[in-house]
């Protein structure tokens, strides 16, 4: 039925009236019905195989200056070689190859040569461009099983194929960088490409993925490639660069035992009183020693470590993430507690002696023992109710004792939210500067439109956890009042804000956290109705970027719409090593980039690259900035991976055939 331009919204889907609710009440905007489900069922769980994972590893050569080569012994140690091949008349060659029909090319600065048979005289190849090498440099050759002769150039890739034609690969086909200075090939046809920004692994003729860019210093040494040398069985493979000699492995891993390697990193150097945080380390390749700093996310952080670990405990039942769980609830509840203002939650917490040296923004905690950092804003909050529900639900309701107190932890906040208008309200008395929930906040100031989707949104969701947890009806009362007298669930199909306003990665993040309790919790099928389609609305905005983390969130209610292919690669992708290292990705020549810069006037790609490519860290990052990372001594927490990964083994979305725990 439509009003005035609204949708009434249960009589409109036939959904009836749910108990409590007046339906006509429900004035919304215009929304999109339900969709119904495909037939996901019949293929959840995916059951996702082993994978491939590359590592490069820096290694010490001596004289290294003057080589022009790199060859294997029989054990398939490298060894240096420093004059190039040469031709039959004796003059130096780039490279040589020699086909399965006898024939005998040569790469060299003046073009390409070849020898028909060991009886004929060497010629030189008349074509260049279309019908031959793209230039007349010719700086590497190899030839692979098909007959195909792979030649590189300045310009790029050149094929001959068995029948005399000449094909090109340049930035456009997919070539990352065109100058090539490198070629090797395995028996697979697996082909490895060096060039002056890196190595390229090219799989021309398989399936799915077939270009693989490594560059700086987490897969090499230097940049520019002088040499590759592959081992017989393709693996590993060798590169003598302008800075020294690097090798990349290729190992084989699963998902599981990414996540089981992670972890462990969290409990030998990401905890800092309980709080998990990234670490910087003395030394980015040998360290001994890691320091956690404060930050102003400590409480979202956490947060996202102990959702992944209840869901951890509720896909495996494994004690030692229930104690991992556990450890990081306790640092939550010492946020929540530092201020000695029941509600009044910490941003992050020091030890006093650190404390006395910050500035106002730091406060004693009551005891003296700790500093306290005030103006916490509404990510923190966002985070420590996904904490609550995920905890609560997987974990401490079976507890009494842990029961007891999320019970008390979850009022106290939720009371002080409410007692304060849906505000959070500092030890100054004024309101923190994005602590606001409020009505006449989101609904009629217009400078904060951006937020009114987002934060309605999320104080739905703050309600719905609190009234799940402690089953007080003021809490579902309040729920109420917002969707029915302040029309939050209009606001909330509006969750995310599209062009021309800016896209917000971190608001992004922040919606799917808000978004998971709720979607799991409201049942009433008006409400739902409207909440579904504001979340698909929102996943249509972010699906290109195949997000594990938004994914999963998504398909927790709508599977057959969500891109599972999509996050199950990107959590393959996602590094093992989570040290930041950098990553330059703005030269290359297979990328396009946006007309608009993002909204930090940074220029943002078309497209997401792999996030074995560029210098993925957490969701609140864009992930079309083509530049980032750092030296490897900053080290990522890594629960940004832990999260999506153990939320899909959860959901039953994904499934291992033989997966390792996931705790050390």
């Not at 905007?29 to 996901?40: I, K, S």
């Not at 959840?44 to 590592?55: G, I, M, R, S």
């Not at 005399?164 to 960088?177: A, M």
């Not at 916490?376 to 904490?387: C, V």
């Amino acid at each position: 039925m439509i009003r005035g331009g609204a949708l009434i919204v249960g009589a409109a889907l036939g959904l009836g009236t749910a108990p409590g609710f007046a339906t006509d009440a429900l004035h919304l905007p215009n929304v999109m019905p339900p969709w119904e489900h495909l037939g996901a069922a019949k293929r959840l769980p995916v059951v996702v195989a082993p994978f491939t994972e590359q590592v490069g590893t820096p290694v010490v050569l001596p004289n290294v200056a003057g080589a022009v080569g790199l060859e294997l012994d029989g054990a398939g140690q490298p060894s240096l070689v420093y004059q190039l091949p040469r031709m039959p008349e004796g003059t130096s060659a780039n490279a040589q190859a020699t086909g399965s029909d006898g024939r005998q090319w040569f790469a060299t600065d003046h073009g390409l040569f070849f020898r028909p048979s060991p009886a004929q005289p060497l010629a030189r190849h008349d074509d260049y461009g279309l019908g031959g090498p793209l230039a007349t440099r010719v700086t590497a050759l190899v030839i692979d099983s098909r007959g195909v002769l792979w030649v590189g150039t300045p310009l790029g890739l050149s094929l001959r194929h068995p029948d005399g034609s000449w094909s090109q690969l340049r930035g456009k086909e997919g070539l990352p960088v065109e100058h090539v200075t490198a070629l090797a090939i395995d028996g697979h046809d697996n082909l490895w490409i060096g060039s002056t920004r890196g190595v390229i692994l090219h799989r021309p003729y398989a399936q799915g993925r077939r270009w693989f860019y490594r560059e700086g210093p987490r897969y090499l040494p230097g940049d520019r490639v002088r040499a590759i040398a592959l081992a017989p069985a393709g693996m590993p493979a060798w590169f003598l660069t302008d800075k020294g000699v690097g090798r990349i492995d290729t190992v084989t891993t699963t998902l599981a035992e990414k996540a089981h390697t992670i972890e462990g990193l969290v409990n030998a150097r990401h905890r800092r009183l309980g709080l998990v945080a990234e670490c910087q380390l003395d030394d980015a390749r040998h360290p001994r020693h890691s320091t956690i700093a404060d930050n102003d996310n400590d409480g979202l952080w956490t947060a996202y470590h102990v959702a992944a670990m209840s869901l951890c405990y509720g896909a495996t039942q494994d004690p030692a993430a229930r104690a991992s769980a556990r450890q990081g609830m306790a640092a939550l509840y010492l946020l929540q507690n530092a201020s000695g203002t029941p509600g009044l939650v910490a941003r992050s917490v020091v030890p006093a002696a650190i404390g006395k040296t910050k500035d106002a923004q730091w406060r004693p905690t009551p005891d003296g023992r700790l500093y306290w950092k005030s103006d916490t804003s509404s990510d923190e909050i966002d985070g420590h109710y996904l904490a609550f529900y995920t905890y609560y639900r997987h974990i401490a309701q079976a507890d009494p004792t842990e029961r007891a107190r999320c019970v008390r932890q979850v009022r106290a906040l939720t009371d002080y939210l409410l007692a304060h208008h849906y505000q959070l309200i500092d030890w100054t008395g004024r309101r923190t500067t994005w602590g606001f929930w409020d009505p006449e906040t989101l609904n009629h100031n217009p400078d904060h439109y951006l937020e009114s989707g987002l934060n309605s949104l999320q104080i739905l969701s703050f309600l719905k956890v609190a009234h799940y947890i402690t089953g007080d009806a003021r809490y579902a009362t309040h729920y109420q009042r917002l969707i029915r007298q302040h029309g939050y669930l209009g606001n909330v199909l509006l969750s995310k804000k599209v062009f021309p306003d800016e896209d917000n990665h971190s608001d992004n993040q922040l919606a799917f956290v808000a978004w998971y309790p709720i979607l799991q919790l409201e049942h009433d099928p008006v409400i739902r109705a409207a909440l579904l389609a504001g979340v698909r609305r929102h996943y249509e905005t972010v699906k290109a970027e195949h997000s594990a983390f938004f994914t999963f969130v998504y398909a927790t209610v709508d599977p057959d719409y969500a891109d599972l292919d999509g996050a199950i690669e990107n959590l393959r992708q996602i590094p093992t090593d989570r040290r930041q290292w950098r990553q330059v990705n703005s030269q290359r020549a297979d990328v396009q980039f946006a007309l608009r810069p993002n909204r930090f006037r940074e220029p943002a790609l078309l497209h997401v690259l792999p996030a074995d490519e560029y210098a993925f860290n957490k969701w609140n990052a864009d992930p079309f900035v083509p530049d980032g990372g750092g030296d490897g001594r900053e080290e990522d927490d890594g629960a940004a991976y832990l999260l999506p990964y153990w939320m899909a083994r959860c959901h039953g979305l994904i499934t291992e055939a033989a997966p390792r725990p996931a705790i050390p």
